[in-house]
């Protein structure tokens, strides 16, 4: 199955959910930064998120930034998720591997570790929206809910699972199913929600049970007038970099930085962290920048 987003509503507009498939954009970013098995479920988890958090917005172009800093061996989680249904994302340490969790599923939380959740929304105008929580468990999902509830003031629940075998990921995607503020105050629905959601055993099982997203909205939120959107969002991974980019960060290092890399190095090498394009900008290129740089002055 494509990777793809879809919407629902439900209890006459009091719920909104969300449901993502991720198998494939996460394979893809598995096999791009050589992501051992906690590193794969790891970004898979936070990319997924970001998609499901960006899938709310309005305005074309808005985006979600979310920075996972633990003190964990896995380093930092960045990725960059799109209204548009694009997304990209590294760790810092995309080899380390820890032995199964006390549930035997991959210990995410152990190679996250204790430490914050950064998250930037760039509503596509003005200036972005930034805050930041503990994080819970560093498990993602947990830490994802609880900012939504306690920086974005919307009960929250949110599902992520990612299933690597030998051959790579088979199964990745999330839920993300929330009570809206017209709604929030009933206590009984938010709990309801809840626990139905902890009831499910994770998400990759109903994708490998056979589930479409549209059958998983059904079971959740069947009996409470589920309506779900027609249209079906496409997701991948994609990286918006390009060498024009790259010469516009090297331009602002200055004259005496890109003097020096012209005689030192005979040129400069650029690698785009986030999908590991590697840039080469040659003598030329720099005494362009230079020229540039000096009739700007
Ligand atoms: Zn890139």
């Known amino acids: ?50 998609l499901l958090m960006a899938s709310s917005m309005k305005r074309t172009g808005a985006r979600v930034n979310i920075r996972v800093k633990g003190d964990g061996p896995l380093g930092g989680i960045l990725i960059d998720a799109g209204l548009d249904g694009t997304v990209r994302g590294y760790v810092e340490n995309p080899s380390v591997e820890l032995p199964p969790n006390s ?8 190679a996250v570790g204790k430490g914050f959740l950064y998250v930037v929304r760039d509503i596509g105008y ?51 199913v929330q009570v809206l503020p017209k709604a929030a105050r009933d206590e009984a629905l938010v709990e309801t929600l809840e626990s139905r959601v902890a009831a499910l055993s994770g998400f990759t099982p109903l994708l490998q049970a056979g ?25 991948r991974y994609h990286c918006g970099c390009s060498f024009d980019r790259v010469l516009g960060a ?37 005494a362009q920048l230079v020229v540039d740089l000096q009739a700007e002055a």
């Open 103 to 110: 549930k035997g599923k991959l210990d995410v939380g152990g």
């Open 211 to 235: 589930k479409s997203l549209t059958d998983i909205f059904q079971d959740l939120l069947g009996d409470m007038g589920v309506a779900i959107f027609p249209e079906t969002q496409i997701l």
């Open 126 to 176: 003005g200036y972005p929206y930034s805050s930041t929580v503990e994080l819970v468990s560093g498990e993602i999902g947990d830490d994802v809910a609880h900012y939504l509830i306690s920086s974005e003031q919307t009960p929250s629940a949110v599902v992520l699972g990612v299933f690597v075998g030998a051959s790579g990921v088979t199964a990745a995607g999330g839920l993300l």
């Open 250 to 286: 090297l331009k602002m290092l200055g004259e005496a930085e890109l003097q020096d890399m012209i005689t030192k190095d005979n040129g400069a090498e650029a690698t785009c962290d986030f999908c590991g394009t590697v840039y080469q900008a040659s003598r030329d290129d720099l």
């Open 1 to 50: 199955m494509a990777d793809q987003l879809i919407r629902a509503t439900a209890a006459q507009g009091g719920i909104r959910a969300v449901g993502a498939i991720t198998t494939r954009l996460t394979e893809e970013a598995r096999n791009r930064h050589k992501l051992s098995y906690v590193a794969t479920a790891a970004l898979g988890r936070t990319m997924t998120a970001g």
